[in-house]
């Protein structure tokens, strides 16, 4: 109804009211006519006015000579009258119009008709049965009054109480014959017959019927005859129990001064934008109540604040908001009653000065009422009156006048403009889902654009993301304020966060699955202040929504801090609801777009593996399977002793001896081995290794052969389970399976296929040593497990994947300090931390185990090292890169590097292994020694004689420095040099 008030009084003045005529310039009156189009078209009717010029409708060569059709002008020129289109949207507004002010039955009656003949095609006649107050029977006032037939279709309209239309005449015996004479016999006539009830749904009964002959009828007649017929009920009912039009009260002796003004302001209310509207009902008031300046104050119903959005013809821009619970305008809002300025305090007084821009002399605030909830919809402030010192209550009733007729327009008017926002919103939304979708092949940077898109639509300060990982029941964030997470390692993974996912806001919200917003955060009782404290951050208030797909939550967004209000709405929360669907379906397509992009590489990993290296030829795999299995000291007198140097073994006997000792250990026997299947199982290993200078297959064969030391030299089965021992073994000759020479941090920033598929989990490199080990235990004849109940085949390949994990260096860091706390508070078998710690402390320890040798082959083993580190420092310089010192042969001191290293990665993982095991004390001792010559070597270096050798691969070569350091060592031994000094 508000809405009908509104195109009701605007009507009145943009569109005709009688009966849809013009009148010519000579008083004459122009019918509307009729084109031969479609019925359902909104523009059917037009009116001939006068146009500028002949050819301005296509009559350039037609002769002028009808005077209905054209204007005498002044100059004598004719000039032709041009079509004007009248929509039937428009007829329909100017007879409700008219309904509005109807004040009688007979009128009533009149308006019906008169309604009918505007809104159907050619219409002949229309007859009007009315419900009658005295009698209660529906009959016609004409000059020969008819009460309702027993039978025919105006009976029957009447007992199914829906309309009937007849297209081809009516029945002989139809008594609505008499009053549509013209109409014939049905086949007979071309005249369509429309008999509508109208039927007051709140008696329950038909108050009406409209009889009506016309030339076409379709769906558009029957919308806007069914909205006809709801006001026609309307009015019947206002007549019915005695009650005066509210727009003909417009003419009673209390409005009547300011009738034609407020008519001509509801007259100027057409905006679709509430702002210009606002402008004309302040600028109404100002001039009415003499007023320097006003304003409205609207409540928002959904943050129960108030806001401003324009003062006097000025536009806000952001609109003010006051919070409507604190506030001086209390009274008015909750006592629905004006206010004065002294009605209110120093403090708004203020802030209503500076709103202005000058100060506020007097001031009236008349609270603006919706007459159908009797809900309070705005103020309505003026200030500063002219020529007086205050406000006097004639102004009161003009604030009350105005908006007793405009308050239908106004709210009609914010209720279309919250639509129209909603409408951009979701407009938005699927610019936001076009956006998210383009950047499925990052999930990083898909989180990236999903947290700048919600910070964006909700207007939040900051915002982050967590995914649930449900294995672990814990939250990951990897993104914080829209951006990756500062603080990347060298080898570029990115540091992430986790919280327990009951736990908190996001916990909570996690776990129920239910949004949550929080207007006063330091309130709630799962917010955790103490990151603000730290950080001197203020979280104001939080929204934090879940993210899901068909399965469940998979995430949480967290926003803080409303930028443009003092919390998140009832409409953010709709928002984020709506973006939480993207961001789901992206989050699933993204990593399902992942899992299949990951598939692809690997395949073509593993084909290049296998094209490359894994070539088993038949004689050797014969030697291996049908030699017999030699004993270790086969291989050497010290074979089992920590100073055996492994790499003085030829290639070939390297395969015999891994051979040795799988039997030596137990393992062939203990796990049901086949010895084809380790024989090939040992040969595709020895072929994944790849031809560079140190992470080779003599490397893999020295850890390996340092492993088995620690197992016949010290006490294993003491602290680990057979099953730990077995996968050590087997991980120390898989652990650089297919090493490129290069590190984590050169496959990132080279962007190579394997920083691709491994560098969003980090510890790149040693991800693809565990696949490359699971590629080979798969090719069929190979898997030295097959024999392994289900149970102990998962178990020994986690073990393997933690164990390879571990020698990344920066992995080993990151332990060392639960590892001296183990040490110190004293090895515990039954506690499974120390069992993980201790594996990986042995897994280091062999990966590093070049540095117990002798001096000559450390000295050798350290050459190959820098080969390997100077070809990767040539490959990033001529990417354009600039290499770590240690990787630049141009810049890298090698003595001190392997003083650095000794000192704070080597010594310390063997003075531990010693603390454990005080077998080892040879091993550490041998380290020390070896940090001790690398100083000599450093001191010879840095003699002006021999400094630029320092700065190169020569250093190795030179017998000066080798001899210098012999005699030093000497010296230094009290002439004993036994400590591994030749090897």
Request: glycine content about 4%; aromatic content about 8%.
């Given at each position: ?22 009148l010519?310039?000579?008083g ?14 909104e ?33 004598g ?26 004040e ?22 229309v ?60 086949g ?8 509508s ?25 029957e ?22 039009s509210?727009?003909a ?21 057409y ?17 009415h ?11 928002a ?8 959005q324009?003062?006097g ?33 120093l ?21 603006v ?7 309070v919809?705005?103020?309505a402030?003026?200030v ?8 006097s ?9 105005c908006f ?13 403009q919250?639509?129209?926002m909603l ?23 898909l989180?990236?654009?999903i ?24 939250l ?19 540091p992430?966060?986790?919280i ?32 603000d ?26 926003l803080c ?9 009832n ?26 992009w ?21 004689p ?10 030699p ?34 250990m137990g ?88 920083a691709?598929?491994?560098?969003s ?5 040693e ?54 706390t ?24 062999c990966?590093?185990?070049d540095?117990t ?37 141009e ?5 001190e ?27 550490e ?15 010879i ?25 012999m005699?030093?060592?000497?010296e ?12």
């Amino acid at each position: 109804m508000v809405l009908i008030l509104h195109h009701m009084l605007v009507s009145a003045y943009l569109y005709f009211r009688d009966r849809a005529r013009f009148l010519s310039q000579d008083g004459s009156a122009i019918e509307p006519r009729r084109r031969p189009t479609d019925p359902n078209n909104e523009s059917d009717f037009y009116f001939e006015t006068p146009s500028t010029s002949a050819a301005a409708v296509g009559v350039k060569n037609q002769s002028i000579t009808d005077s209905t059709n054209i204007r005498k002008i002044s100059n004598g020129h004719a000039e032709p009258l041009r079509p004007v289109r009248i929509s039937r949207s428009s007829i329909a507004l100017s007879a409700v119009l008219q309904l509005a002010s109807v004040e009688s039955f007979s009128r009533l009656k009149n308006t019906i008709k008169e309604a009918i003949t505007a809104l159907l095609p050619d219409v002949d006649k229309v007859v009007i049965y009315l419900l009658s107050k005295e009698t209660g029977e529906l009959h016609t006032d004409d000059a020969e009054p008819h009460v309702l037939p027993d039978h025919g279709i105006v009976r029957q309209a009447v007992q199914c109480r829906r309309d009937h239309i007849s297209r081809n005449g009516l029945r002989a015996t139809d008594p609505a014959l008499e009053l549509l004479p013209h109409v014939g016999t049905s086949g007979g006539s071309r005249s369509i017959v429309v008999c509508s009830p109208v039927v007051d749904e709140a008696s329950n009964r038909v108050v009406a019927v409209i009889l009506a002959s016309c030339s076409d009828y379709a769906s558009l007649h029957e919308s806007q005859l069914d909205l006809l017929r709801k006001h026609i009920a309307a009015c019947f009912r206002r007549l019915i129990h005695g009650r005066r039009s509210s727009y003909a009260g417009m003419a009673g002796v209390e409005d009547q001064e300011h009738a034609a003004d407020i008519l001509a302001l509801c007259a100027e209310l057409y905006d679709q934008d509430a702002r210009k509207l606002q402008i004309k009902l302040v600028g109404y008031l100002q001039r009415h109540t003499a007023a320097q300046s006003g304003f409205l104050m609207l409540i928002a119903e959904d943050t129960n604040q108030l806001f401003c959005q324009v003062v006097g013809d000025q536009l806000l821009d952001p609109d003010i908001r006051y919070p409507s619970h604190c506030n001086s305008f209390s009274a008015a809002l909750h006592e629905k009653k004006p206010i004065t300025l002294d009605d209110i305090s120093l403090t708004s007084r203020q802030d209503i000065a500076e709103m202005l821009g000058f100060d506020v002399q007097s001031m009236l605030c008349v609270p603006v009422i919706e007459p159908v909830e009797g809900k309070v919809i705005a103020l309505a402030c003026v200030v500063n009156k002219k020529g007086a010192t205050c406000f006097s209550a004639q102004d009161i009733k003009v604030v009350q006048t105005c908006f007793k007729y405009t308050t239908p327009v106004l709210t009609s008017t914010l209720a279309f403009q919250k639509e129209r926002m909603l409408k951009n919103q979701t407009q938005t939304l699927l610019h936001v889902a076009k956006n998210l979708f383009t950047h499925l092949e990052d999930v990083t940077l898909l989180l990236q654009e999903i947290m700048q898109e919600a910070r964006h639509l909700t207007q939040a300060e900051r915002c982050s993301l967590f995914l649930l990982e449900k294995e672990h029941n814990e939250l990951v964030a990897k993104v914080f304020d829209g951006d990756i997470a500062q603080g990347q390692t060298e080898e570029g993974d990115v540091p992430e966060v986790r919280i327990p996912a009951n736990q908190g806001i996001a916990g909570h919200v996690a776990t129920t699955g239910e949004l949550l917003n929080i207007r006063d955060a330091y309130s709630h009782p799962l917010f955790y202040r103490g990151i603000d404290d730290t950080t001197g951050f203020r979280t104001r208030n939080i929204l934090c929504f879940p993210i899901r797909d068909e399965k469940g939550v998979i995430g949480v967004a967290e926003l803080c801090n409303k930028l443009n209000g003092a919390f998140f709405t009832n409409f953010d929360e709709e928002i984020a609801t709506a973006f939480s669907v993207y961001c789901g379906l992206s989050i699933v397509h993204s990593l399902m777009y992942k899992k299949v992009w990951e598939a692809q590489h690997r395949s073509h990993l593993a084909n290049e593996l296998m094209m490359y290296h894994m070539k088993v030829t038949e004689p050797e795999y014969l030697k291996m399977c049908s030699c017999i299995i030699p004993p270790p000291e086969h291989f050497g007198e010290g074979f089992v002793k920590f100073r055996f140097l492994p790499r003085s073994i030829s290639t070939d006997d390297s395969l015999q001896a891994i051979l040795s000792m799988f039997d030596d250990m137990g393992f062939i026997q203990r796990w049901r081995i086949e010895r084809n299947t380790l024989a090939r199982f040992i040969i595709l290993v020895k072929k994944g290794y790849r031809e560079v200078p140190y992470h080779n297959w003599y490397h893999a064969f020295s850890v390996t052969h340092f492993c088995y030391l620690l197992y016949k030299n010290l006490p294993l089965h003491d602290y680990l389970s057979e099953m730990e021992i077995f996968a050590l073994f087997v991980a120390c000759m898989c652990h650089d399976l297919d090493h490129r020479g290069t590190n984590n941090s050169f496959q990132v920033s080279s962007k190579s296929i394997l920083a691709a598929l491994y560098s969003s989990e980090g510890s790149v490199m040693e991800r693809h040593h565990f696949a490359q080990a699971m590629c080979i235990i798969n090719i069929q004849g190979s898997d030295v497990f097959e024999n392994l109940s289900s149970k102990e085949y998962q178990q020994v390949l986690d073990l393997m994947r933690d164990i390879i994990l571990a020698t990344d260096l920066s992995h080993h860091l990151l332990i060392m300090d639960d590892l001296q706390t183990m040490v110190k508070d004293g090895y515990k078998k039954e506690n499974m931390k120390h069992r993980n710690l201790l594996i990986c402390l042995l897994m280091t320890a062999c990966d590093l185990s070049d540095q117990t040798k002798s001096w000559s082959s450390t000295k050798k083993i350290a050459e190959q090292i820098y080969h390997e580190f100077f070809s990767q420092g040539d490959l990033e310089k001529a990417m354009g890169n600039k290499p770590l010192d240690m990787m630049d042969r141009e810049k890298a001191f090698i003595p001190e590097l392997q003083i650095n290293f000794l000192e704070h990665i080597a010594h310390p993982v063997y003075r531990l292994l010693y603390q454990l095991f005080p077998q080892c004390w040879e091993v550490e001792q041998q380290v020390m020694q070896h940090k001790r010559t690398w100083q000599y070597v450093g001191e010879i270096c840095t003699s002006k004689r021999h400094y630029l050798h320092g700065t190169s691969l020569d250093i190795f070569d030179d017998d000066e420095i080798d001899k210098i350091v012999m005699q030093k060592l000497a010296e230094s031994n009290g002439g004993n040099n036994s400590i591994g000094v030749e090897g």
